[in-house]
């Protein structure tokens, strides 16, 4: 049985000019219905690449991505991106950056009041509806990042796709929407792909964990399966022998075997 | 004769206004109002007080300069003697020809906001057109930065050759004037649409009229503004240039036609209306572009 995503083959390289550079080698990956699976790596080795040919935005060199059994090669809305800058419309209101999502996706199928209810319901999964007539630059880079979350959610996305979401959040804000995007997992069963660079926060979201290797032709190195009930508190993590075990292994992944080589 | 009714009268001026605001300063103070209302009036005189004295100190230079046997242009008191009726009431009517300068200024502003409107539209089309193509930017934008140059009695010739009526002329003028500024920062604005737009544009789906209307306008708009305002400082400047043309009773022609008959008094006025109108012209645009954008213009 093919997976529900499935990365088949892929290979990306970039021409600049008459420079080549090979930036993905053969990457394959499943991702099953529901899971959460993470992919880690170190800066530069192609993740952003990987996770922008998922969602369309860039067209692969060789291979193909297939959703559902459907070959996927433009981007659409079943594949929902949370961007790593969050790329909200700043001239839009927090309410009318997710409504535009909603009305474009649902224009057909849902009424006016039905579309506002579901933009108001997504603002409350990720407790922003307090400021839904803000402007982004009068809320926090933490908020940001949950209105972008609650964009992509309103969509129904097939597959979630986050580019380093609390890439560039403090460590409680960062801690506090974790919780938040795992609660909301644990309730909606969504399909999620998260890139990230923090080995903690890894382990503690994520079903699987997929480390790739340093480019140039970056490939995947090792799939790790983290085997930890759910819901999941950090606290009783702290010391479960099983998370423990998952953060070394891939402790040991990136900074033993394929430490990262600077220059290049 | 007139000097030491002058010198009697302008140093005293001065302190006078100073003092007066100080007094009301200080004394509103002890009231519950006091506290607020306070700070409010002290950044008020702090931005009101200075521009008045530079003022002041430079009508006295001016009369100083000017007020010597053998000066060729005319000292304030002499101006405001000579050409009360037009300072004292921009509206009045004395005849066909003989009206105050709100009159004229409001007849000009009609010809600009003609000119300056078609520039308006016509530069967002073409500067939208323009942006979407790196060659047509890379090709266009030297030939428009040459034109942009070119003042507006340059276009006057060619514009009179090419129209042969002086009132689509005077229009031209105006419009050509402005247009390139417009045409530049739109096109400028919509190159530099961040990829992460276009990213959310293409996730969604929107197709090109969306995308036009929901995320390229808003996105330039901070741009098309600045080009906006570039360009109702330029259509102005030109009224005088298109006026010469058409007569009538703008105050562009008005100026000309003071030149014809030696009344120095009367441009001297006449460039204070068109030097304050300008300035409200611009602050109008300015303030119309920070509504539009929600102050997030221009960052
Ligand atoms: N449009 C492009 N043209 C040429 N090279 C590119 C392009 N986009 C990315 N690359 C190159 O591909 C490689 C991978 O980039 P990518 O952004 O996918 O890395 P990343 O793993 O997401 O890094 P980070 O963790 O810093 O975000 C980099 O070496 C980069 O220089
Ligand atoms: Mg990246």
Redesign the pocket.
């Known amino acids: 049985m093919t997976p529900y995503l499935k990365i088949d083959h892929v290979d990306k390289s970039?021409h600049?000019g008459s420079r080549e550079?090979e930036?993905l080698k053969d990457v394959t990956l499943g991702v099953e219905r529901g899971e959460f699976v993470s992919i880690i790596?170190?800066?530069?080795?192609?993740?952003?690449?990987?996770l922008n040919i998922v969602a369309g935005l860039l067209p692969v060199t060789k291979g193909a991505v297939l959703l559902e059994n459907q070959e996927v090669n433009e981007p659409g809305p079943d594949r929902a991106v949370v961007f790593?800058n969050h790329s909200l419309l700043p001239w839009l209101t927090v309410y009318d950056n997710v409504r535009l999502a909603v009305d474009k996706v649902f224009s057909g199928r849902r009424s006016r009041s039905e579309r506002h209810e579901w933009t108001l319901h997504n603002l409350e999964l990720v407790q922003m509806a307090h400021a839904k007539d803000k402007r982004p630059s009068e809320i926090s880079g933490g908020m940001k990042q949950r209105v972008g979350l609650a964009r992509a959610l309103a969509m129904e996305p097939k597959v979630l796709l986050l580019d380093?979401p609390f890439g560039a959040l403090d460590a409680l804000t960062r801690a506090h929407l974790q919780d938040s995007v795992m609660a909301i997992h644990q309730k909606l069963g969504n399909t999620v792909m998260m890139?990230t660079?923090d080995v903690d926060e890894a382990v503690l979201l994520s079903d699987r964990i997929v480390m790739m290797t340093n480019?140039?032709a970056a490939h995947i190195g090792e799939v790790l399966d983290v085997p930890l009930a759910r819901p999941r508190r950090r606290l009783e993590l702290s010391s479960n022998s099983i998370y423990l075990r998952c953060r070394q292994r891939v402790l040991e992944f990136l900074y033993e075997r394929h430490s990262f080589v600077e220059a290049a | 004769m007139t000097m030491p009714a002058l010198k009697a009268e302008t140093p005293a001026v001065a302190p006078a206004r100073l003092t007066a605001d100080v007094v009301k300063l200080s004394a509103p103070k002890p009231g519950f109002v006091g506290a607020r209302l306070m700070p409010a009036l002290k950044s008020a005189a702090a931005r009101i007080i200075p521009p008045l004295v530079t003022l002041t100190l430079l009508l006295v230079v001016w009369q100083l300069l000017c007020n010597r046997p053998g000066a060729t242009l005319p000292p304030p008191t002499k101006i405001w003697s000579e050409a009360y009726d037009l300072i004292i009431d921009p509206f009045f009517v004395a005849g066909p020809q003989d009206i105050g300068l709100g009159w004229r200024v409001l007849t000009s502003l009609q010809r600009v906001a003609i000119g300056y409107g078609l520039a308006g539209i016509i530069g967002i089309i073409l500067g939208t057109l323009i942006g979407q193509s790196m060659w047509a930017m890379r090709g266009l934008d030297p030939i428009f930065q040459v034109l942009r140059t070119i003042s507006p009695l340059a276009w006057l010739p060619i514009s009179l050759a090419a129209f042969r009526d002086s009132q689509p002329s005077a229009i031209f003028v105006i419009f050509i004037t402005s247009v390139w500024p417009i045409i530049i920062n739109t096109a400028v604005g919509i190159r530099n649409i961040p990829q992460d737009y276009r990213n959310v544009a293409a996730v969604l789906r929107l197709n090109h009229l969306e995308f036009f209307w929901k995320i390229m306008i808003p996105s330039a708009a901070p741009y098309i503004f600045t080009g906006l305002r570039i360009g109702i400082g330029l259509s102005w400047l030109a009224i005088v240039a298109a006026e010469m043309l058409t007569g009538g009773v703008g105050i562009g022609f008005f100026i000309w036609d003071a030149w014809n008959s030696s009344r120095i008094p009367d441009i001297v006025v006449a460039l204070a209306y068109i030097g304050l109108v300008g300035f409200v012209l611009d602050r109008i645009v300015a303030a119309i572009g920070n509504l539009a954008t929600h102050g997030t213009a221009a960052n």
């Open positions: 970039f600049r550079t930036v790596g170190h800066s530069g080795c192609g993740k952003s690449t990987l790593q380093e890139i660079h480019g140039p």
